[in-house]
């Protein structure tokens, strides 16, 4: 295949994934869904009622069997040897680094269990399958060979932590998330913060200084300078954040685990309900454009905007099936 040709297709890809996504979710037909979604899970994954964050556990697994599929076979442009180096290469976003990250093993909440792999580990499986279906590729070779998308032992998932941050009295931080800055997802609507799980070091998984670390990039525009020496525990904003925690003003729930019909990604899903002074008094400053796109704020009612992340729609479904339970109050 020449550079071109891939180009274009991944351009088709960016162009149109919630129309893939439909295509996608239709290939799955008796995979269970999220809340009425097309973000498809397995049995257990979503639990009847939010769980508090800390009540979920996460173990570590050192010896982790390596997955079954791990790279496209074929498809990809000249020499190069996978889809992250092509996309390096010929499409890059504008941050795209090969960094540690936490890869999902097994879900059994409110335990979830993980190892070591890397970034582009994950690229090199969700963006090639996703690329395959908008490239119209006979057969979907590489999408035949992962099989059950619920399958977590067949390729490395790399999971993101995917956050809808609402008020109590009902608004809700949205993202658009564009094509030309991200590596995966782009032109589709998003809750945020939402970002890749991964440690800073060689610290053990902590779903919340990761969460705290993407409010600040997203939602206040800071960069993602964490140089030696830098513990977040001593961390100003995460300092401020934890005593919200601490004191009841926000609330952080865990809602279950899903996967993107189109790429195959991982989602860890929770919902972060703030009272409202302390939402104006912590992000008073909420960007309107960030890293990944543009920011808005709108009203909690139960509706999904369109074209949505399969992830981002569940987590709405089900923060508003859930809204008594966490406390919102729409106005």
Not at 250 to 277: C, K, N, Q, W, Y
Request: aromatic fraction near 8%; charged fraction near 25%.
């Amino acid at each position: 295949m020449d550079e071109e040709r891939w180009r274009g297709e991944r351009a088709a890809l960016n162009a149109a994934r919630g129309v893939l996504g439909e295509r996608a979710s239709r290939l799955y037909p008796g995979v269970a869904r999220v809340a009425g979604t097309a973000l498809l899970c397995r049995e257990g994954w979503i639990p009847d009622a939010p769980v508090p964050l800390e009540d979920v556990r996460l173990e570590w697994d050192e010896r982790a069997v390596a997955a079954a599929v791990r790279a496209p076979v074929g498809g990809l442009p000249g020499e190069y040897r996978s889809y992250s180096e092509a996309m390096a290469a010929l499409s890059p976003p504008k941050v795209f680094e090969d960094r540690p990250c936490y890869r999902l093993l097994d879900v059994g909440p409110p335990v979830l269990r993980f190892g070591a792999a890397s970034f582009f580990e994950g690229v090199d499986v969700v963006e090639a399958v996703a690329h395959e279906l908008a490239a119209g590729v006979d057969g979907l070779p590489l999408r035949r060979r992962i099989g059950d998308p619920c399958d977590l032992g067949r390729r490395t998932v790399i999971p993101a932590v995917t956050t809808l941050t609402v008020t109590t009295s009902g608004r809700y931080v949205l993202h658009w998330r564009d094509p030309a800055k991200v590596a995966h997802a782009g032109g589709l609507h998003q809750v945020m913060p939402v970002g890749c799980f991964q440690p800073l070091g060689d610290e053990a998984p902590d779903v919340w200084q990761c969460m705290v670390r993407e409010y600040a990039e997203e939602l206040l525009g800071a960069e993602e300078s964490y140089g030696p020496g830098f513990v977040q525990e001593e961390w100003g904003f995460h300092r401020t954040l934890t005593s919200l925690r601490d004191r009841g003003l926000m609330r952080v729930r865990f809602l279950g685990v899903g996967v993107d019909p189109l790429s195959l990604a991982v989602d860890l899903l929770t919902v972060a309900v703030i009272e409202d002074e302390a939402f104006r008094e912590v992000f008073g400053g909420l960007v309107a454009v960030n890293e990944e796109g543009v920011v808005s704020v709108r009203r909690f009612d139960g509706t999904v905007p369109e074209p949505m992340q399969p992830a981002g729609a569940a987590a709405l479904r089900l923060a508003w099936r859930h809204r008594r339970r966490l406390g919102i109050s729409p106005g």
